[in-house]
């Protein structure tokens, strides 16, 4: 299976973007995660295969939610209000399986840049 990640861009802080990231086959959870310039990876959220539970990192709760359309294969991220340390490469990730302990398709990600 294949990611393929798009929608970043540059914005003003306090605006929005939406990333999609489509995937060529099923897969179960899904997530963002993102890395910033000289920083390390981090997660950004999560949600399983029915879209029933979401989980977010404490910096994006209640600015960015998480969705699937399994009919299309793609996990989107709505990001609102949008600040300068959103600044960073986002990837998509997704599990193999119910059971993966770690994610096993990775996208190629897409670059969100957050101007002050």
């Known amino acids: 299976v294949q990611l393929q990640a798009c929608g970043g861009g540059l914005v003003q802080a306090g605006e929005s973007l939406r990333l999609s990231c489509a995937a060529s086959?099923?897969?179960?959870?899904s997530a963002w995660f993102r890395q910033a310039p000289g920083k390390e990876r981090e997660f950004v959220a999560n949600i399983n295969w029915r879209g029933s539970n979401t989980v977010y990192a404490d910096s994006v709760k209640g600015r960015f939610t998480i969705s699937r359309e399994n009919a299309k294969n793609t996990v989107y991220l709505q990001m609102n209000s949008l600040k300068p340390d959103d600044t960073a490469v986002y990837y998509c990730?997704?599990?193999?399986?119910?059971?993966?302990?770690?994610?096993?398709?990775w996208g190629q990600g897409t670059l969100v840049t957050v101007s002050s």
């Open positions: 086959g099923r897969t179960f959870t």
């Open positions: 990730a997704a599990k193999s399986a119910i059971g993966s302990q770690g994610y096993d398709y």
